[in-house]
């Protein structure tokens, strides 16, 4: 019997045993707790994530799928066959989930409801990371093969426009501004575009290695991973504002904009970054003994979500903040044990 078919079994089994996974803190004041970790099918491996109806959506590359991880049953519900998933985007009000498929070309349209693939969207060149507008009409795509952005019309599922940009690490869309932003690692600038991808502004940066992004349009501040740091750009001209410092390799940011906290996840830590009322300031450093790939947070459950990978098994990491904590703290640990 394939092993896929015992995997609710499975995955009840580690629901009971889940205080063995709990985290142990070095420092009594840590503003993140590890509550649970929870076993998933799969050899890790994973590229991107996003969140809608109360579940976690998974590149999973390492397994060839899209998973559907419920967070309140703590279970996968679903998994979508993928040849190589890359850039999620999440349409929550249409119901559908757009994951980029760089080993099909294409964009595969998944439902929301149902979670099984309505539609798939070709493509000519290798898709990455997404981005969608907050009306669900335009989709753009960073394309690795010739480094370049595409803009594709939804309702047809046709390519607008495409124009070279350079190595597109995150794109994310600014509704206040009808602007794009897209990261550009080789060229260590983010780029502002316009709707129909005519390049606005180039903001260079005082940094190497752009990778994540992410936005808080109310603040007008666009937070940009850097090799080593977390910046704070004015959205609107560029101008550095704030820097943090954080672990190489920062693949994944995530604002909770209700507590002002950014969360930026890297490979084997998560670090919190105070944003309310004009700071930007390191909170928290939480070190991981697994391999963590993207973070999302969970405003109902009020929890964060990381897919990993600990000793060839993959598994989502669920920590929970545990209130404010003034000034820097001294980092805990979150661990796996047997």
Known sequence: MPIRKYWPLIAALALLLEPLAVGVPLGKSSSLRQIAMVYIPGDPGFQAVGFVDGRLIISHSG?????????????????????????IAVDKAGGKVYVADAGANNIA?????????????????????LALTPDGRTLYVGNFEDQSVSAIDVASGKLATTVPLGHV?????????????ASLEDQAQVAVL????????????QASQ?????????????????????AALDSETGREVGRVAAPTGVDSLWLDSGSGKLYAAASNEVDVIRTAGGQF???DQLLLTVRGDGIVFDPDGKLLLMPSGHEGRSLVLIL???????GLQPPSQALIQP
């Open 109 to 129: 349209v998944i439902s929301s409801k149902t979670w099984k693939v309505q539609n798939t969207i070709p493509v000519q060149l290798s898709p990455g990371p």
């Open 63 to 87: 397994d060839s799928t899209v998973d559907v991880f419920n967070v309140k049953m703590r279970r996968v519900d679903a998994q979508i066959k993928i040849e190589q998933p890359r850039g």
């Open 194 to 205: 316009d709707p129909g991808l005519k390049v606005l502004r180039r903001y260079t940066l």
């Open 169 to 181: 690490q995150a794109l994310v869309y600014d509704p206040e501004r009808s602007v794009l932003y």
């Open 320 to 326: 929970k903040p545990v209130g404010p904590q003034p």
């Open 210 to 230: 752009p990778s994540a992004l992410a936005l808080d349009g109310q603040a007008r501040r666009l937070y940009v991973a850097v090799r080593n740091a977390v």
């Open 281 to 283: 300031a390191s909170e």
